[in-house]
């Protein structure tokens, strides 16, 4: 092949691989078009009720998945009230949210159930009342009503029945299935459930908390 002819296959091919190369951009470009829209949708989803009330300048998640005899619910308490002995900081100055999954779910379970299931045994805490329910309202009520927004994870309501049934019912769907759907029906006032712990997590550091581990 001469020279001339040599130069006129190159340009020949140089040409063809801009034509591919224009044509996969094209392409590219017409599937991110396609895409575009179905981004914006899932941009454009409600958040969770409760990242709504997430203020002030101050802000934590103190997570659970073992119950620790409260830990998770104390620490909550011990924060705001040092940020307001320490500080002189008021409690709407902070965003405080717990988060309970796994065991320590049981924490927030009313005394109906404490009475019913050996919910106290699983939690190594005696007894058949709730120690961190209404009757020692500092501990759960009283954290609420300053602020303290308490989150329970409904993949963990779900898998209750296996945790807190007796256990020649454990492994029984039926019971479980019922179980847990009481157990939602049954939990202290003020408790908020969510989707899933591990999402929650993920959006309260989007929103500025820090993570605290409460949990064993």
């Not at 029984?172 to 899933?196: R, S, T």
Request: charged share 20%; glycine share 10%; aromatic share 6%.
């Amino acid at each position: 092949m001469n020279k001339s002819h040599r130069r006129g296959f190159l340009a020949s091919v140089a040409s063809a691989g801009a034509a591919i190369g224009l044509t996969s951009i094209a392409s590219a470009a017409t599937a991110l078009g396609s895409a575009a829209p179905e981004l914006d949708r899932r941009e454009t989803l409600a958040p969770d009720p409760w990242t709504k009330r997430v203020k002030g300048k101050h802000r934590l998640i103190i997570h659970a998945h073992e119950p620790t005899g409260g830990l998770a619910l104390r620490w909550a308490r011990t924060f705001l009230d040092t940020q307001r002995a320490s500080y002189e900081l008021k409690d709407e100055d902070s965003t405080v949210v717990v988060g309970l999954n796994g065991k320590s779910i049981g924490l927030v379970f009313n005394d109906v159930m404490w009475a019913k299931y050996p919910i106290g045994h699983v939690l190594g805490i005696p007894g058949t009342v709730n120690p961190v329910g209404p009757a020692t309202s500092k501990d759960l009520a009283g954290i609420i009503a300053r602020g303290v927004i308490v989150l329970v994870c409904n993949n963990s309501l779900r898998a209750s029945g296996a945790r807190f049934l007796p256990e020649s019912t454990r492994i029984d769907e039926g019971a479980q299935a019922a179980f847990a759907e009481e157990a939602k029906a049954n939990l202290l006032p003020g408790v908020e459930i969510v989707p899933a712990m591990v999402v929650t997590l993920q959006q309260a550091q989007d929103l500025g908390c820090r993570y605290i581990y409460a949990g064993g």
